[in-house]
């Protein structure tokens, strides 16, 4: 039989979804495997080939692909050059996935029914989620209920850690600290004159580290090394070799959790099911638990851009003050040096 699944989610996403391809792959129970993803998350894949297939389109390009009558036409003929039996829509994809799922010629089609649907029949085999698992748990689900669609017996246990060994380079520095100050959507972000304060701060004592994006600069001065990753195998590479990661809800915060690498995170909208799910022990989660629009970014919804605290606006993020992010970095370090000198 073969298979189609599509993930064109953000790289976080695909971390999490990686056990599952990496189960599916190992199994071998498809004749062909097709995964259809991002350029950026690819690499996280390339490992597995040739026993799983790569298609992959940008984020930007695959959503409004509906509004687009020629790239949608083009992204049919990819769907059904997969010739699948069976077509999985992971969690969280959008209409697009949906439609190329039900023209790919895919006898059964499975996943959720999320409210913005506006293909009724694109599921025929609907697959039950809890709304406020794990995400790592629900992508688990989905993997299992499509090699039970297949004929197989369903998987047992829980999610095992992604195995990120393929991509680990030498680094390119050497850091106690290392920040990402960037998130998918400006309103799962920290401000960034507060991250700067903070590493201009923690620079007086430790060697810290900066990430930096098109939207997150380093702070100015010699005291913080500005990192500029070439690939996914420089992220990864640092990441696995910091002492501590401070960032947002990100995708560099779904690698931490895969390395095992100690985290401050600060959380902001998002609902506890996209907690870091391995190794949770070495992550401080920094939550206002207070705010009645908390977890106001919840699975299943359409995704937003803006905060929708109209009184207050991102009053789950200014609530955390340099002094307190501060403090909870230092002694979150000193907490866990020992275990990974």
């Known amino acids: 039989m073969n298979a189609l699944i599509f993930k064109v989610n953000q790289?976080?996403?695909?971390?999490?979804?990686?056990?599952?391809?990496?189960?599916?792959?190992?199994?071998?129970?498809?004749?062909?495997?097709?995964?259809?993803?991002?350029?950026l998350a690819a690499p996280l894949y390339r490992v597995l080939e040739p026993g799983l297939r790569l298609e992959f389109s940008s984020y930007q390009d695959f959503y409004p692909a509906?509004?687009?009558?020629?790239?949608?036409?083009?992204?049919?003929?990819?769907?059904?050059?997969?010739?699948?039996?069976?077509?999985?829509?992971?969690?969280?994809m959008g209409n697009t996935a949906y439609f190329l799922g039900l023209v790919s010629g895919a006898a059964k089609r499975l996943g959720v029914r999320p409210p913005y649907l506006k293909i009724p029949h694109a599921i025929n085999v609907e697959?039950?989620?809890?709304?406020?698992?794990?995400?790592?748990?629900?992508?688990?689900?989905?993997?299992?209920?499509?090699?039970?669609?297949?004929?197989?017996?369903?998987?047992?246990?829980?999610p095992p850690t992604p195995d990120l060994s393929h991509l680990m380079r030498e680094p390119a520095g050497s850091f106690d600290i290392l920040i990402h100050a960037g998130a998918?959507?400006?309103?799962?972000?920290?401000?960034?004159?507060?991250?700067?304060?903070?590493?201009?701060?923690l620079a007086?004592?430790?060697?810290?580290?900066?990430?930096?994006?098109?939207?997150?600069?380093?702070?100015?001065?010699?005291?913080?090394?500005?990192?500029?990753?070439?690939?996914?195998?420089?992220?990864?590479?640092?990441?696995?070799?910091?002492?501590?990661?401070?960032?947002?809800?990100?995708?560099?915060?779904?690698i931490a959790s895969a390395l095992g690498t100690p985290s401050i995170i600060l959380v902001g909208p998002s609902t506890r099911s996209w907690d870091p799910y391995w190794h949770a022990d070495r992550f401080r989660m920094l939550r206002h638990e207070a705010l009645p629009c908390?977890?106001?970014?919840?699975?299943?919804?359409?995704?937003?851009e803006v905060c929708t605290n109209k009184k207050t606006p991102?009053?789950?993020?200014?609530?955390?003050?340099v002094d307190r992010v501060e403090s909870e970095a230092r002694a979150w370090i000193h907490k866990w040096v020992p275990i990974r000198n």
């Open 11 to 39: 790289l976080g996403d695909n971390v999490v979804f990686l056990p599952v391809a990496q189960r599916l792959a190992a199994d071998g129970i498809f004749s062909h495997l097709t995964l259809w993803t991002t350029p």
């Open 66 to 92: 509906w509004k687009h009558p020629l790239r949608l036409l083009s992204f049919t003929r990819r769907s059904r050059k997969a010739r699948p039996d069976l077509a999985l829509v992971a969690e969280d």
């Open 127 to 158: 697959v039950p989620l809890e709304p406020d698992a794990p995400a790592a748990e629900k992508a688990w689900t989905l993997g299992s209920a499509l090699v039970q669609a297949a004929g197989n017996s369903p998987w047992l246990g829980t």
């Open 184 to 201: 998918s959507r400006a309103y799962k972000r920290w401000p960034l004159e507060r991250f700067h304060e903070l590493a201009i701060r």
């Open 204 to 254: 007086g004592e430790f060697r810290v580290g900066w990430i930096v994006t098109p939207d997150t600069p380093a702070p100015s001065g010699p005291q913080v090394a500005a990192l500029s990753p070439r690939n996914l195998e420089d992220l990864v590479s640092n990441l696995a070799q910091t002492k501590l990661f401070i960032g947002n809800n990100s995708g560099p915060m779904n």
């Open 294 to 304: 908390i977890a106001c970014d919840p699975p299943g919804l359409s995704i937003r």
């Open 314 to 321: 991102m009053a789950c993020m200014r609530f955390w003050t």
